[in-house]
Each structure stands twice: as C-alpha cells, then as structure tokens.
C-alpha cells in the first residue's frame, strides 16, 4: 500500500465531512428537542456552519492526520517485518 499526498487529502476530506455531518446532526437534534419543549423549530444551516468553522474543522484535521500517521506507520512496520533477512 502506498502511502502518498492524495491519501492524505482524501482523509482530511473524508474527516471534515464527518464532522460536518455531526455539526448538522447535533443542530438538528438540539432545533427537535425546542420544537417539542416550545412549539418552534429553530433550525438554520448557519448554525451548522458557525459551529463547524468555530471547532468542528479542528477535529476534522487532527483526526485526519492522526489517521494517515497510523496508517503510515503501520505500512511502514509491515515493510520492516516483510524485509528479507540478508
């Protein structure tokens, strides 16, 4: 497996959609549960995206290259250990 720049940004990628779709989840179970206790559905997709570009973007980014640092290091081992014994 080759561990190179497109992996890299495919991860980031894929990582910050994650956290996008947690910032809408987490937003759109907050707006439900005032729409049951007040009568009102407060949902905006500003509100996603505030909280996405305040702290979710962060935990996109760390975890995707926390991601790609394990996946590296685990294809670097597995060389090691394939490596033929001169």
Known sequence: MKINFLLFINL???CLVLF???DF???L???VIIYLKKGFFPFNWSDVFASF???GYVGGLILGV???IK????AKKERQVNKPIK
């Not at 996946?71 to 685990?74: N, Y």
């Open 71 to 74: 996946i590296w290091l685990k």
């Open 25 to 27: 989840i987490s937003v």
């Open 29 to 31: 179970l907050a707006s």
């Open 53 to 55: 570009f305040k702290s």
């Open 12 to 14: 980031m990628v894929m």
């Open 66 to 68: 926390a991601l790609w």
């Open 20 to 22: 996008l779709f947690f």
